[in-house]
């Protein structure tokens, strides 16, 4: 099974590169907001040439002229205002990919309702990885390898108007290109690899400082894909998402069992894998806090008898599992307050389609609780 390991060379020497690049280094502090600023900063010191740069992307507006860029307004990270051209409003992804939902979300609420007398923004999703569309809903996606390309287009201009600036851009289409290429090694996970990068490979990440970038991204990847898997299965409702925590990624799925305004403390039953460990969880908001712990994992054992079972895991990873059912004492759970109650079984190399068929299963399964009950595994 492919596990990466073959690509540790080429990605050492990327990550030797990225450490040799001294923008990389001024990226670290916040990834994100690093290049949004760099962006703003080349329009406004540039509009001419950003003008040619994202006149792909935009609407033209002939007569429009260039003013200040505006950075976070109304929860977008970047708008554009560039001569000639609409205002050009950025969601800036650089290591995930967003929700459809997401971007929704901000063409609404942010994008029409900002209360423009001339016409509404043009809408760029710039990332380093697929969103899986080209446009969708009035968003055009932007790969940061098309966005080096136009820059390093205009690198000889800049040049020559601004020496200093000129070299500093050249710096960061070197600095983009390097990224394209250690997220088109290890960005999209293959389906039958495993979901975790081998530590051969996570070493070379370590030492560039990108390990918690590179794993997030890989995350946003797989939530994406089961994202769209619910959306394609009738009857399942659930929420579906990623974290970083403990320096480890996290992978969750949970099925609200009753709507938050019907029911505020109605409790949740999902999944999270983290690392090797898979874990079948309840979330309630009932008996919260560190004093009902007892209570609370009587509740969850009365209320959800046939939840906590790893049969389904063990069928779709084809090995035996290590069932940790007991945290030891009095505590029949893992649980975390005031209202996290679990176990869990470790699964090493889970692939990307087991953790698509395991995940999408239990969100199955959690959609068939009833009260007093849990479903047939």
Known sequence: MNDYTFLSAEVGALCDSLRAEPLFHASLGSKELFHSNFLAWFADSFPQEAAAVFGAWGTALPGAAAMPSERESTHLDLILHLPGLAPLAIENKVFSVPSEEQLLRYAQGAVSQRGLTGPMPSKVLLSLISPGWEEHQGWRWVSYGQLAD???????????????????????????????????????????????????????????????????????????????????????????????????????????LAPKEIDPAADSVGWQLQGSQFRLAVITGRLGGRANRESREVYVMERYPRWFDFTLVEKVAGIGTTLKEVRGGRWRFHGYDPDFVYRYCVVPDLTMSQILDVGLGYLRLAGQMVEGGGAEI
């Open 150 to 256: 136009a820059l390093e287009r205009r690198i000889s201009q800049v040049r020559t108007a601004d020496e200093f600036a000129g070299d500093v851009l050249d710096h960061y289409v070197r600095l983009i290109r390097l990224l394209v290429q250690l997220l088109d090694l290890l960005g999209t996970p293959t389906p039958e690899a495993p979901f975790l990068l081998p530590p051969a490979i996570t070493a070379h990440l370590d030492r560039a400082r990108v390990s918690a970038a590179v794993q997030k991204a890989r995350a946003s990847f797989v939530v994406r894909a089961l994202q769209i898997a619910v959306a394609g299965k009738g009857g399942i409702a659930a929420d579906v998402d990623h974290g970083f925590t403990r320096g480890t990624v996290l992978l969750e799925g949970f099925h609200r």
